[in-house]
């Protein structure tokens, strides 16, 4: 392992500490978001159908109701726009991008392709929740994302990463939380291709959306003169993109929720729900705001570290949200056994061999600043 043996740290020593230090702050912070994010969305989904006396429904009904999820989703997305504006604008510079699309044709491509990207995988992501299979291919969505940032983001594997990877995939098969919409008498079977599809595709697109937001980070928004074009990663970036992919995928979802003729029975609903229409609107607002909880800290991941570190903290959140669902309800048949228990350890392995990997990372880049120091002082 490459030790740091750096003289007394210098200005630019100085500015690197200070700069590493913001950088494990956003890390965690943005990897707290993810796992609050993704459990109050479990907890609230559950306590959703939960109320939601499903099983008084046909199976064809029970099926219905994705395309207000994929809208739930997405839509609580203005909140975000006060703390846009409150956040420290970087200094702009004259446009230096020379490419032969104008700069902001690019960010207008990259946020139109996003937000379907992410209007799909919200759409069929709640479908997919439906289908007994979907436990399964929730690790081949870790695979799927490791290709992608082999291929479009040239990520280098190390063993550290491909051990953290092997953690998380053991963790998520062993460990899914229960979730309390699966269909009374699930006949998903006899959907046969169709629910295969519906299964695979949300988890193509959620891992292709992720590598691609990478590559908009480090190509496209880093390059335009409102982030002083300098390939410098700001929190702002995280917001606007949010904001604008959000806004997109909301607008698409919206156009089914009212092709698909589902808003009629949004009144239904509502009145259907055990606890009553405020307890129904407050759960779809509390559902809103945590997936954007979680939605800024996957974003926040991505930014700062990669599409596949995003990936692996999501999918290690799941043994703790099992845990809170076995806290929070009383489902027959849910208890936190040893598999379970294993899963737990099996993510907080997979974590600590990652930021492992992130910390030796950090102090490289430490050793050849010093390196580069010494040797201007030398000179
Ligand atoms: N496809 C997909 N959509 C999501 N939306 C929120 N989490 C996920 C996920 O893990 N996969």
Same mark, same amino acid.
């Given at each position: ?5 750096g ?5 630019h020593n100085?500015s ?9 702050i956003?890390v ?11 459990s109050l ?15 008084e429904?046909?199976?064809?009904q029970?099926?219905r109701?994705?395309w ?14 006060p703390l ?9 510079v ?11 044709l ?13 209007s799909?995988?919200?759409?069929l992501y709640?479908?997919a929740r ?6 399964i ?7 799927l994302t490791?290709?992608?940032?082999a291929f479009i983001?040239r990520?280098?594997f190390?063993?550290w990463?491909? +051990?953290s /990877?092997i953690? =998380? #995939? *053991? ?7 229960a979730?309390? &919409? ?7 079977y006899?959907?046969?291709i169709?629910?295969?599809? +519906?299964? /695979?595709?949300? =988890? #193509? *697109? ?7 937001t990478?590559? &908009? ?6 390059k335009?003169k409102r982030y002083g ?8 970036m995280? #917001?606007?993109m949010?904001?604008?992919v ?7 979802c ?6 698909s003729?589902e808003?009629?029975e949004?009144k239904?609903?509502s009145?259907?729900?055990?606890k009553?229409r405020t307890?129904?609107?407050l ?5 809103a ?9 996957l ?9 596949l ?5 999501h ?6 949200v099992?845990l809170l669902?076995?806290?929070a ?7 936190f ?6 899963a ?14 992130l910390h ?8 050849e600043?010093n ?9």
């Open positions: 392992m490459e030790e740091f043996q003289p007394e740290p210098g200005r100085t690197e500490i200070r700069s590493q230090r913001k950088w494990w956003s965690f912070f943005c990897g707290f978001l993810v796992l609050t994010g993704d969305v479990m907890l609230l989904l559950n306590f959703y159908y939960v109320q939601n006396n499903r099983s429904n046909d199976q064809y029970q099926y109701g994705t207000t999820q994929a809208l739930i989703q997405n839509v609580a997305f203005p909140i975000l726009i846009f504006f409150i956040l420290p604008k970087p200094e702009t004259s446009d230096q991008t020379n490419t032969r699309h104008p700069p902001f690019r960010v207008l491509l990259l946020y139109l392709s996003l937000g379907v990207l992410v799909v995988y919200s759409k709640a479908l439906l289908y007994v299979g979907w436990g291919l929730v690790p081949a969505q870790l695979i490791s290709l992608f940032s983001n990520l280098k190390n063993r990463i491909i +051990i /990877i953690f =998380t #995939l *053991a963790a998520d098969f062993f460990c899914a939380p979730f309390s &919409g699966t269909p009374t008498e699930d006949e998903s006899t959907y046969g169709k629910a295969w599809l +519906i299964l /695979i595709f949300p =988890t #193509l *697109a959620f891992s292709l959306s992720l590598s691609l990478q590559l &908009g980070f480090e190509r496209v928004l880093a335009t074009g300098s390939n410098k990663k700001v929190f702002r995280v #917001l606007e949010q904001i604008f959000s806004f997109v995928a909301t607008l698409i919206l156009v089914g929720l009212f092709v003729g808003f009629k949004l239904g609903e009145e259907r729900f055990k009553g307890y129904y609107s759960s779809l607002v509390g559902l705001l945590s997936w954007q909880v979680w939605a800024v800290g974003l926040g991941l991505v930014l700062s570290v990669s599409g570190f995003a990936d692996v903290v999918m290690c959140a799941s043994p703790v099992a669902v076995v806290l309800f009383d489902f027959k048949d849910d208890d056994g040893w598999q379970r228990r294993g737990l350890l099996g993510s907080v392995l997979a974590l600590a061999c990652y930021f492992y990997y030796k990372t950090k102090k490289k880049e430490m050793a600043l390196k580069r120091d010494n040797n201007s002082e030398e000179a």
